[in-house]
């Protein structure tokens, strides 16, 4: 398959800055803790490939015996690097777990500011929390203040980071994976084989989404050398707008691009340009990942925008609630959330996939229900506290 790699000039200071970060983040790296007493023989030579798990854990079992109360503060705080959809999503799905169980629910936003964000978590831990989620944007600032965290007995839930108590965990090769698969089978069976593809990458951010880029590309592949990436583009300005000019320079450049694959946001962008541009065409396959809402609503138009792969963000955040409070009242808790990629590729795919996001308390009751989404693995609470992620955990 030919590659052509755009990359756009000049990185931002906040890019500098998680660029910097990588080599205290851990994130290319894929062992355990000591505390797990586990190794991964994961390699970055050669270029990004999934990174084998460590042996694997087992099923979450709540039955296990839970210790006393923990006299934690019955607080439970989200810090945000940003106000985008799913981030708000997340957020309120803690918010209302938190209100179920009695818990004052903090949460903040950086806009992507590390020390902002340093800031805010000193500020949670100054007052008292006794559950802390975060997302990762610059490791070496981050991680004293999470150490602090851990040594008071907090509650650290990473969305796929560390260090944490529980972890948020995805492999990005296979969500990648599923995304090029999904376009590659399009081709196959509508084009003959035989598309150009375009792809907003997020490579500067982390090398995990290096791995979802290398998945992305191994499913094209699966079409075989019909289809041709002729255009691949670093985008970290995450925002419609952004999608929207960098495809309007990109289709001038190849007017018979025919695949547009991305985030949902920078797809959704790249969408709007062509509609409004007259240059939409009812053979083309856009496809994002996020789960967008704009992006479900074009779905369900059944029209050239076929697939979202989605992650009930809500329902991961009723579940990051639930296990706060159960942290602090000195229950089992799961070490590992498995976020799963979710292919949202009809109208009732999409129905279905909001409703449940709609009724977190109902699904969250139902384990099977819940698990069809976010499998939970491994135990561990206050009284086994020592047990923490030191590393990226990436499920099989």
């Known amino acids: 398959m030919p590659f052509e790699k755009r990359h756009l000039p000049g990185l931002s200071r906040r890019d500098l800055l998680r660029l910097g970060a990588l080599a205290g983040s851990g994130m290319a790296g894929a062992a355990l803790s000591a505390a797990c007493a586990s190794k991964n023989g994961n390699s970055q030579a050669g270029g990004p490939k999934s990174p084998a798990p460590p042996e694997e854990l087992g099923q979450f079992d709540p039955s296990l015996p839970s210790g006393p109360p923990t006299g934690l503060p019955r607080r439970a705080a989200w810090a945000s690097t940003a106000a985008a959809e799913f981030f708000l999503a997340l957020g309120a799905g803690v918010e209302a777990a938190s209100r179920e169980r009695g818990l004052q629910y903090l949460t903040a936003f950086s806009g992507d500011d590390p020390t902002k964000n340093l800031r805010q978590l000193e500020t949670f831990l100054a007052r008292g929390v006794g559950a802390l989620a975060f997302q990762p944007l610059n490791a070496v600032i981050q991680r004293p203040i999470l150490d602090a965290a851990l040594r008071q007995g907090v509650c650290v839930q990473g969305i796929i980071t560390q260090p944490s108590t529980l972890q948020v965990a995805a492999n990005q090769y296979d969500i990648g994976f599923t995304q090029g698969k999904a376009a590659a089978d399009f081709a196959t069976a509508r084009l003959q084989g035989n598309a150009k593809v375009h792809y907003f990458n997020l490579d500067s951010a982390s090398p995990q989404l290096q791995l979802r880029h290398a998945g992305v590309l191994d499913g094209l592949r699966s079409a075989g050398s019909g289809l041709s990436v002729v255009s691949d583009v670093d985008a970290p300005d995450i925002s419609t707008a952004n999608g929207a000019a960098i495809m309007s320079t990109v289709i001038a450049e190849q007017p018979d691009i025919r695949i547009i694959l991305g985030g949902d946001t920078l797809v959704v962008g790249a969408y709007r340009a062509l509609d409004q541009s007259g240059k939409l065409a009812d053979d083309m396959y856009f496809s994002g990942v996020d789960g967008d809402k704009e992006a479900l609503a074009l779905v369900k138009n059944d029209g050239p925008y076929r697939a979202s792969i989605a992650f009930p963000w809500h329902l991961m955040g009723y579940g ?40 977190p308390a109902a699904v969250f009751a139902d384990r099977t229900r819940y698990e069809r989404y976010l499998p939970l693995l491994g135990n561990v609470s206050y009284a086994t506290r020592e047990i923490v992620w030191h590393e990226e955990y990436v499920p099989r």
């Open 320 to 359: 990051l609630g639930q296990f706060a409070a159960d942290w602090i009242e000195g229950k089992q808790i799961p070490r590992v959330i498995v976020a799963k990629p979710i292919v949202l590729d009809s109208p009732g795919s999409v129905d279905t996939y909001i409703a449940d996001n709609a009724s």
